[in-house]
């Protein structure tokens, strides 16, 4: 006689078996009230009669026993020190029950808590220094205000806003892989997935092995929106995953938002898509805290941020401040112009200048000079 599974065990089965995906999964366990051991026990004139289940799900089930190597999964998630979470277990996110597609369970990495408040941050591995920047201080500014930044650990956007929520001293970030979580995606990011996996947690749905494709990411995707209350294009052209995960957003009935960019450079004209169909335009992530503040989408944000601009200058650095001063007065600047008076170079202060913009605290005209927004002067 084999082992007897656990409920958990057999929700381990049924997360891990190919050739069913999460929609089968949940119309199975709907037939069977929710029991994912009466799913496996199931006969196969009981399975062919449900509808939307079809004979290679079906196959799959009935042969589980040798398709799924239970034990062996478990050394490996014991050896990796992560866990699984099904949907039944507490630390299982919430948020992600209210999808058309949830998953029956999570493989986790970390001891990160899913209720607390979460954004997601996404966009293009093709990135500008403009778009790195973004990313990184607005997840910097979220993971300052209590809000974890989830993404999905890939090149560009997605790296940087993980690193941006570490930047602060308390900051959480959740990576959701398309791949099993004993597999690094992309490889040089070894260390950045360590780093969220102590300091948040590195998810997945698919089981060990399991390697990235064309079916993988956007699964994941849906996954990144479902778990967070808003999710923010940073850059993104016509296509790609950025763009994928905002119509999981919308379909979810998450908030979407975009940050502009220029109209003659690919990789903003997604996001200048998505801010022209509806999605909301951000410029600071007080727009996007008034929002949602806005929908009670989070009444319980603790916000530290008090409106008042001139306890916020005391916080930046002597450099920036040096820079401010040059606006006394609404003087108009051009980035060269600013380099010369401060004697350093162009790629110095294009960024200084960008990250100030970011804050709120200068604006550029469309003659490309600076001046200083009149509420901050």
């Known amino acids: 006689m084999g082992k007897v599974l656990t409920r958990k065990d057999a929700y381990w089965v049924l997360n891990g078996l190919p050739g069913i995906g999460p929609v089968s999964l949940n119309r199975l366990l709907d037939r069977f009230s929710g029991d994912p051991l009466a799913v496996l026990d199931a006969g196969k004139n009981d399975l062919l009669g449900i509808a939307g289940v079809r004979s290679p799900a079906v196959n799959s089930l009935l042969r589980w026993r040798s398709l799924f190597d239970l034990d062996r999964e478990k050394e490996m998630v014991i050896g990796q020190g992560a866990t699984f979470v099904d949907r039944e277990d507490a630390r299982y996110p919430e948020l992600l029950k209210e999808i058309h597609d949830p998953p029956i369970g999570l493989y986790v990495l970390g001891d990160y808590d899913f209720r607390l408040p979460s954004v997601a941050i996404v966009g293009s591995r093709r990135t500008t220094l403009y778009g790195q920047g973004v990313a990184r201080e607005m997840?910097?500014?979220?993971?300052?205000?209590?809000?974890?930044?989830?993404?999905?650990?890939?090149?560009?956007?997605?790296?940087?806003?993980?690193?941006?929520?570490?930047?602060?001293?308390?900051?959480?970030?959740?990576?959701?892989?398309?791949?099993?979580?004993?597999?690094?995606?992309?490889?040089?990011?070894?260390?950045?997935?360590?780093?969220?996996?102590?300091?948040?947690?590195?998810?997945?749905?698919?089981?060990?092995?399991?390697?990235?494709?064309?079916?993988?990411?956007?699964?994941?995707?849906?996954?990144?929106?479902?778990?967070?209350?808003?999710?923010?294009?940073?850059?993104?052209?016509?296509?790609?995953?950025?763009?994928?995960?905002?119509?999981?957003?919308?379909?979810?009935?998450?908030?979407?938002?975009?940050?502009?960019?220029?109209?003659?450079?690919?990789?903003?004209?997604?996001c200048n898509r998505l801010i022209r169909d509806g999605a909301l335009l951000l410029t600071s992530v007080e727009d996007l805290l008034e929002e949602l503040e806005h929908e009670t989408t989070m009444p319980e944000l603790n916000l530290p941020y008090s409106g008042d601009r001139d306890t916020d200058i005391e916080e930046l650095s002597e450099q920036d401040r040096l820079l401010l001063k040059l606006f006394d007065g609404g003087e108009s600047l051009a980035a060269d112009r600013v380099g010369q008076l401060l004697d350093r170079s162009s790629s110095e202060i294009s960024s200084d200048l960008m990250m100030l913009e970011l804050k709120g605290y200068i604006a550029k005209r469309l003659d490309g000079c600076f001046e200083a927004v009149s509420t901050y002067r």
Do not use: W
Request: hydrophobic content about 35%; overall charge positive.
């Open 139 to 270: 997840a910097r500014e979220l993971a300052h205000r209590g809000i974890c930044v989830t993404s999905g650990m890939a090149r560009g956007i997605d790296t940087f806003a993980h690193r941006g929520a570490l930047d602060s001293e308390r900051g959480k970030t959740v990576a959701v892989m398309g791949c099993g979580l004993d597999i690094v995606y992309p490889p040089e990011n070894i260390d950045l997935h360590r780093e969220i996996g102590k300091r948040g947690a590195v998810v997945s749905e698919f089981p060990f092995r399991r390697r990235a494709d064309k079916q993988t990411f956007p699964m994941r995707n849906r996954l990144v929106s479902g778990m967070s209350q808003a999710v923010v294009v940073v850059e993104s052209d016509q296509s790609g995953g950025s763009l994928i995960t905002a119509g999981f957003a919308g379909d979810q009935g998450r908030l979407v938002c975009a940050v502009p960019g220029r109209i003659d450079q690919r990789t903003s004209s997604g």
